[in-house]
């Protein structure tokens, strides 16, 4: 899987891809900042935020959710999943977190 979560700033992005990472449910995390429009509380809001794209093996999906969800600021975090396909190697790879 890949997972697209956004963060309010660059630490949080951090400490939550840190403790992904150390408890083995991720095999990776990518950093990028973002300018992001959306609704909320009916009016639009526009802001800088901080995006992670993680790799993650399909049986962590869960604990995922509930580990960003229980170190997340904000009310409704954005945590898509997206299945993809890649290299052999590279789904190897991913597919040992948590070994």
């Known amino acids: 899987s890949v997972?697209?979560?956004t963060h309010p700033s660059k630490e949080v992005a951090e400490t939550i891809s840190q403790h992904l990472l150390q408890h083995k449910?991720?095999?990776g995390a990518n950093l990028f900042p973002i300018e992001?429009?959306?609704w909320w509380q009916g009016s639009i809001q526009q802001e800088g935020e901080w995006v992670t794209i993680?790799?993650?093996p399909d049986e962590h999906w869960e604990q995922i959710q509930k580990e960003i969800r229980s170190l997340h600021p904000y009310?409704?975090?954005c945590i898509i999943r997206f299945q993809a396909a890649a290299n052999?190697?590279?789904e190897q790879w991913v597919a040992k977190t948590g070994d």
């Open 3 to 5: 997972l697209y979560v």
């Open 25 to 27: 449910l991720v095999a």
């Open 36 to 38: 992001s429009a959306y």
């Open 54 to 56: 993680y790799q993650a």
């Open 75 to 77: 009310d409704v975090p």
């Open 88 to 90: 052999a190697d590279y």
